[in-house]
């Protein structure tokens, strides 16, 4: 029973298509986040919200948009696609500053 | 900016042995968090280790210990008795205020039987 869910797990789309990613959570987790990780750089984060009525750019959210629809839900948007988006993502959410966060199992996005 | 960095993109190590895993980051801020995922070949992120750096002690988890040397900014992973499940992708982090990690590129760690 996985607590942080992200549907699609493997997605493959064109060039130029609208994509949407999404994450569910049953932590009772105010703070979620959004990552994308690419060989050799880690992860890094493209947005985050606190709450319902905060979200927050992160390093890298040029060509995304991200909804935090209720509490438990967190989605991010490619709006029009582009191969250099190609990369594994990661939802995470977390209790509080400074406590562990809690990664979905990712999902294999493939921009041809 | 905060930045996170892991030196050494590969190592390998024999079961049962014992093998330690570097990072280093640079930041201005006197209180944060540090973490250590592992990252296995089914690409889930698991939490190893978490350290406050107000806390002097060094933080322990079963087979897994850090060396958190605040002056220096380094936060090595020492993995005692290696177990082929330890074979992985170790990713060092770093918790800014405002609780958003900052990774290192990683290093990815093969145990031999």
């Known amino acids: 029973d996985a607590d942080v869910t992200q549907t699609p797990r493997n997605r493959i789309t064109k060039t130029g298509k609208r994509i949407m990613l999404e994450c569910s959570q049953t932590k009772g987790h105010d703070r979620m986040y959004w990552y994308r990780q690419d060989p050799g750089l880690g992860l890094r984060l493209i947005y985050y919200?606190?709450?319902?009525?905060?979200?927050n750019k992160g390093e890298i959210s040029d060509g995304y948009s991200v909804s935090r629809q209720a509490q438990a839900k967190f989605s991010l948007s490619l709006e029009s696609a582009i191969p250099n988006q190609t990369a594994l993502y990661f939802c995470?959410?977390?209790?509080?500053?400074?406590?562990?966060?809690?990664f979905g199992p990712g999902t294999r996005l493939t921009v041809t | 900016a905060q930045t996170v960095t892991q030196s050494q993109p590969e190592m390998s190590v024999q079961e049962a042995e014992t093998v330690t895993l570097s990072c280093t980051y640079d930041?201005?801020?006197?209180?944060?968090?540090l973490f250590w995922y592992k990252q296995p070949p089914s690409r889930q992120m698991i939490l190893v280790i978490r350290?406050?750096?107000?806390?002097?002690q060094n933080a322990t988890e079963n087979r897994f210990s850090v060396n958190f040397q605040k002056a220096a900014k380094s936060f090595s992973l020492k993995i005692s008795d290696s177990q082929l499940g330890d074979t992985a992708m170790y990713f060092c982090?770093?918790?800014?205020?405002?609780?958003?990690?900052?990774f290192g590129a990683g290093t990815i760690l093969r145990v031999k039987s």
């Open positions: 982090a770093f918790m800014e205020y405002g609780n958003k990690l900052v």
């Open positions: 350290q406050e750096a107000y806390k002097q």
């Open positions: 919200s606190f709450d319902v009525k905060d979200i």
């Open positions: 995470a959410t977390a209790r509080d500053r400074g406590y562990e966060q809690y």
């Open positions: 930041t201005s801020e006197n209180n944060y968090y």
